[in-house]
């Protein structure tokens, strides 16, 4: 049967803008309180989409979440109308009003891990939401992507929802971006590879300094539970704390991998050695081989990596069976990145060929073509099960984007948080959203008696 990767990418929300919320994330700190521009942020992401589609891969689009988050607002104790609420906050305690209007929901790499039927005991595609517990901001995310989740991928015969781990740093869990998957091909059995940032409960490995490390060895080993991995399929590896400490937040700002390939930075991993010793063995065991390619820190440097998001990159497969990289223009800014990257496909190895998208709405929060996007593999009976509404093309591209340039505004600063009106147009857009790709009632707004 044939099989897919399917690439799911976020919607950007029409509440886009840059809060200064992520402490750890570079981008997101240094870029606070500048005015975003939502409605070029949605357009970025669906040329993205479009591009991807029109090169014949398999593309979808997530649905973005309810902001400002009133409900949130409430359970901190503002009461009244919902245009109370948001204007008490804004006076009494703005960076809760800036947190729950984030539309940090749109880096889909972060909304869950997913482990393909092919990996899982009973044969179905496993989904985790991630708890986004490190961040107050992200941790208000779950309930609503669980929901929205849910109406993608209904039918329980062949897709199976796990509620987000238990919402306490212990188990932070950030999702897709600390993990990849390794394989022949998609619809055969493969290896699930989850890095961690720390350990929760066991004081021998090291933590970071100055940085969060986000997710734990004892979050990705209760997904893999969760999924029914088995342990020939599955390898665990620690970050470098030394790079969480220089800005790499998540696993996918270091790496990047898909297919037999690892695509990383040397500073990326501890115990780099045994960790590609292990990939290599458990991919021979499924009748795969592994490849691994390493950028030298000579030649890209970690903050190169950081500033670049060179790692955060799509590497996909194509039907020839060579690979293409898609990343963010600012790779192409980057001198050393670029002339790395020049020598990359020229190279005759798996990587062929690269290509350039501004994204720089995204990016100036942290956000690159990797985070934009959740990777379901999929054969061709699971694509038949999934929604779809959420599928994309040449139509639904184009009502997508009359959508977002009929309710998004073009510009958003931290004063227009505050506006109620705000709250009314992003209803009135999600409403309108959730009949386009045909969801029902996910948000909390609809979902009220
Ligand atoms: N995978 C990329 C995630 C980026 C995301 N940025 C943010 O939430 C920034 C939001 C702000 O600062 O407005 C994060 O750090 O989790």
């Known amino acids: 049967m044939k099989s897919f990767e399917v690439n799911f990418d976020g919607l950007v929300g029409p509440t886009h803008n840059y809060g200064g919320l992520s402490f750890g994330n570079v981008a997101s700190q240094s870029n606070s309180q500048q005015a975003s521009n939502p409605r070029e942020a949605a357009r970025q992401g669906l ?19 309810e902001r400002p988050d009133v409900a949130a607002l409430r359970r901190l104790g503002f009461g009244g109308t919902d245009a109370q609420v948001i204007q008490r906050a804004a006076k009494e305690a703005m960076p809760l009003l800036v947190a729950s209007c984030s539309a ?21 595609v496993h989904f985790t939401a991630a708890n986004l517990n490190c961040k107050y901001h992200r941790s208000i995310e779950h309930p609503t992507t669980s929901r929205v989740l849910g109406a993608m991928f209904a039918n329980p015969q062949h897709f199976a929802h796990h509620a987000a781990l238990p919402a306490v740093a212990q188990f932070g869990d950030e999702g ?36 969060p490390a986000r997710q734990t060895l004892e979050a990705s080993q209760a997904v893999a539970r969760l999924h029914g991995l088995s342990d020939d399929g599955v390898v665990y590896a620690q970050q470098n704390p030394a790079v969480i400490d220089q800005g790499v937040f998540h696993n996918d700002v270091i790496a990047v ?12 991993f501890l115990d780099t050695e ?66 790395y990257l020049s020598a990359l496909t020229g190279q005759g190895g798996p990587v062929a060929e690269v290509k350039v998208f501004d994204l720089k709405q995204s990016m100036q929060n942290g956000g690159g073509p990797a985070c934009l996007r959740l990777r379901v593999a999929l054969n061709e009976t699971e694509l038949a099960a999934v ?63």
């Open 387 to 449: 929604n779809p509404g959420v599928i994309m093309t040449a139509p639904l591209y184009d009502t997508l984007t009359q959508w977002v340039d009929k309710h998004y505004r073009d510009s958003l600063s931290e004063r227009d948080l505050a506006d109620p009106q705000l709250l009314l147009e992003c209803r009135t857009a999600l409403d309108e959203l959730t009949q386009i790709l045909k969801l029902g009632s996910v948000y909390p707004f609809q979902l009220q008696p």
């Open 274 to 339: 045994a960790m590609l010793a292990e990939l290599q063995a458990k991919l021979t065991r499924c009748g795969a081989s592994f490849k691994a390619i390493c950028v030298p820190r000579a030649q890209v440097t970690v903050e190169d990596a950081v500033r670049s998001y060179l790692f955060n990159s799509q590497l996909l497969s194509r039907e020839d069976g060579s690979m293409l990289l898609i990343v963010p223009e600012e790779c192409r800014n980057n001198e050393r990145v670029w002339a």
């Open 257 to 268: 991998g898909n297919g037999e390939v690892l695509f990383y930075h040397e500073d990326a």
């Open 176 to 211: 897709a971006a600390n993990h990849t998957r390794f394989c022949r091909a998609y619809g055969e059995a493969g290896v699930e590879f989850f890095v961690f940032g720390r350990s929760a409960f066991d004081a021998r490995y090291p933590a970071p300094q100055k940085y």
């Open 104 to 124: 940090s929901s749109m880096w889909v790499a972060n909304a869950a891990t997913v482990s393909p039927s092919a990996d899982t005991a009973d044969a179905r």
């Open 47 to 65: 040329a993205k989409m479009k591009a991807l589609m029109e090169m014949g891969f398999q593309q979808g689009v997530l649905a973005p979440q």
